[in-house]
T-cell receptor, first 111, second 116 residues
Framework: QKEVEQDPGPLSVPEGAIVSLNCTYS??????FMWYRQYSRKGPELLMY??SSGNKEDGRFTAQVDKSSKYISLFIRDSQPSDSATYLC???????????WGAGTKLIIKP | DADVTQTPRNRITKTGKRIMLECSQT?????MYWYRQDPGLGLRLIYY???????NKGEISDGYSVSRQAQAKFSLSLESAIPNQTALYFC???????????????FGEGSRLTVL
């Protein structure tokens, strides 16, 4: 069993829909949780970062962490075709440099 | 110009050949990383370096070696390439003192390697 599980998709939704992307993990020591966005033929770029539990909002994006369930989510409101990309979750334990990555979910927003 | 530059962007080679992938950065970061990305497996860490004199193995270092020539340059070598090293390779940098925690990585655009 992988330490971080993420559905690879693809997830296809119409423009304007609310998108929910998720990861589950098994290591209760994880404290830092990140979402990276990767466009085709590009490197990943950091989208959202949270420490420990709770929510964080940035524009149309909201990241949630539920440590009791070992589950993190990324919500995208009013989705746009430009949001079409692969979304990777990543996490690490406190004081640990090494990130553990999910496999990534490919998201397609249909105009 | 990109902050993290990888060369070559694409390379096709044959089994047994020696290959070097190069990475240079203008971000001024001390930490540099080499990752490998395969479909369904996400990103896996090959090697990382926290400064010029510090080289560390990552999760999947077998069959790879690295050289940190300067703060700005970090090269990945495959001494004798094999087909299961066919993958997309990423160089990344980070600077935890300025970033938002340990995980903010800045990636290059990737080097796609095919070993026949």
């Amino acid at each position: 069993q992988k330490e971080v599980e993420q559905d690879p998709g693809p997830l296809s939704v119409p423009e304007g829909a609310i998108v929910s992307l998720n990861c589950t993990y098994s290591n209760s020591a994880f404290q830092y949780f990140m979402w990276y966005r990767q466009y085709s033929r590009k490197g990943p770029e950091l989208l959202m970062y949270t420490y420990s539990s709770g929510n964080k909002e940035d524009g149309r994006f909201t990241a949630q962490v539920d440590k009791s369930s070992k589950y993190i989510s990324l919500f995208i409101r009013d989705s746009q075709p430009s949001d079409s990309a692969t979304y990777l979750c990543a996490m690490s334990a406190r004081g640990n440099y090494q990130l553990i990555w999910g496999a990534g979910t490919k998201l397609i927003i249909k105009p | 110009d990109a902050d993290v530059t990888q060369t070559p962007r694409n390379r096709i080679t044959k089994t047994g050949k020696r290959i070097m992938l190069e990475c240079s950065q203008t971000k001024g970061h001390d930490r540099m990383y080499w990752y490998r990305q395969d479909p369904g497996l996400g990103l896996r860490l090959i090697y990382y370096s926290f400064d010029v004199k510090d080289i560390n193995k990552g999760e999947i270092s077998d069959g790879y070696s690295v050289s940190r020539q300067a703060q700005a340059k970090f090269s990945l070598s495959l001494e004798s390439a094999i087909p299961n090293q066919t993958a997309l390779y990423f160089c990344a940098t980070s600077d935890p003192q300025r970033g938002r925690g340990p995980g903010e990585l800045f990636f290059g655009e990737g080097s796609r390697l095919t070993v026949l």
